[in-house]
């Protein structure tokens, strides 16, 4: 038994936010039905990495890992069949979720308020980049402009220095688990009241009241009206990223654990040394290239595993910089079988990374491959909607599917 079992999902998602929100509810149970365009599919079936590093609309890694557990089928939502079949399946689904632009469902006649009076319990999921209301509504948005209009990138990098972004698609996964922590939200009000509603998700406010340091910024200048500076990462002695013989540690040891850290680099000393015997003392930059004359050749000598193993021994806040490499082969995520390996009939076996949390008694689903583009088409539309083999046919020469 799973989370989920028996929850139907119709995803008319695409690219990332909205294919991880539904992803989340795959592997627990959810039976999604993924809609596609015909011949062309989902366009992250066009972004890397690619299997062998050729493009193929069936080799993405990116839609490969967020399309597990889904079954997939391909419609023309610009044809009246097409609409017409997603009406159908609204009705038999208790979630649909669509990241278009603000009005694009609408036009087709496929938005909430068109679609709730024939099934009064639809949660209806809408993602896109700053909401179905307000000024910048129909404003394009990307990753890092997302990343910038919403705060990260103002508190991110050194405080001389641009602003930076942190790496990869965070603010699109982050949106999409927002998104499927609401439809769960709303999905259990449907079930308690009969009623269902639409969630208006802004990739742009996920950003900004994401819970971390950017509140303490936003708090202080509600309170002040003045605006922090970025923290300069290399005047905290004691605490950072430093090399070692094989790579890169993080070793933090602030407060009275940095006479843990003197005793561990072999120079006790330190610790009555007045460049470093102050709180006040150690936060000068000075004094952290003096602090580095010490700590450097101990760091060079060890490697990243003898570092950290050490720095964990004297009780400090330790752990490897992990390379892609080193993260697949970590003994941890392989004692607790986080990694699966999934078939599939272009790829051949892969590995992939497993569920984000362990539940007891209702566990998340052995990970079933993406669909092939439009590989259930005929099953759902026989199966689910009742359509004879001479309908689909005539649906697939109209270009409808």
Not at 116 to 142: C, E, H, K
Not at 324 to 335: A, C, T
Request: charged share 20%.
């Amino acid at each position: 038994m799973t989370a989920l079992a028996g929850v139907r999902v119709l995803d008319l998602t695409h690219y990332i936010a909205g294919p991880h929100c539904t992803k989340l509810l795959a592997d627990y149970g959810a039976g999604v039905i993924k809609v596609e365009r015909p011949g062309t599919g989902d366009p992250a079936r066009s972004l890397g990495p690619f299997y062998q590093d050729t493009p193929h609309l069936e080799g993405s890694g990116l839609f490969l890992h967020l399309n597990t557990n889904k079954r997939g089928i391909t419609l023309n939502l610009k044809s009246a069949e097409g609409k017409d079949i997603v009406r159908r399946l609204a009705q038999k689904s208790d979630i649909l979720v669509e990241n278009f632009s603000p009005g694009v469902m609408e036009g087709l006649g496929l938005d909430y308020q068109s679609l709730a009076p024939a099934n009064p319990r639809l949660v209806y999921v809408s993602i896109s980049n700053f909401g179905q209301t307000g000024p910048y509504r129909d404003l394009r948005a990307s990753e890092i402009v997302s990343f910038a209009m919403g705060g990260p990138m103002n508190v991110t990098g050194h405080p001389e220095r641009e602003p930076l972004k942190l790496g990869g698609n965070v603010v699109a996964y982050h949106a999409g688990a927002v998104a499927a922590y609401a439809t769960m939200l709303a999905l259990y009000t449907a079930e308690d009241t009969g009623e269902g509603q639409q969630i208006d998700v802004s990739v742009y406010e996920t950003q900004t009241g994401f819970r971390d340091r950017r509140v303490v910024y936003l708090t202080a200048y509600a309170y002040t009206g003045e605006i922090g500076e970025r923290p300069n990462p290399e005047v905290r002695l004691g605490a950072g990223t430093r090399p070692c013989a094989d790579g890169y540690v993080n070793i933090t040891a602030m407060g009275y654990r940095f006479s843990e850290l003197c005793q561990m680099i072999g120079h006790p000393e330190l610790v009555k040394d007045q460049r470093f015997s102050t709180v006040a003392a150690r936060m000068q930059p000075e004094a952290g290239e003096a602090f580095d004359e010490y700590y450097l050749p101990w760091l060079m000598s060890h490697s990243m595993r003898d570092a950290v193993a050490e720095s964990q021994a004297h009780h400090l806040l330790a752990g490897p910089i992990n390379s892609v490499k080193d993260i697949m082969e970590d003994p941890h995520f392989q004692g607790r079988g986080f990694w699966e390996t999934v078939d599939h009939p272009y790829t051949g076996p892969l590995l992939y990374p497993g569920r984000p949390f362990l539940m007891g008694e209702t566990p998340r689903l052995p990970a079933q491959r993406a669909p092939l583009l439009g590989e259930h088409t005929v099953q759902v539309l026989r199966e689910e909607l009742g359509y004879t083999q001479e309908e689909v046919l005539l649906l697939r020469q109209q270009g409808v599917i």
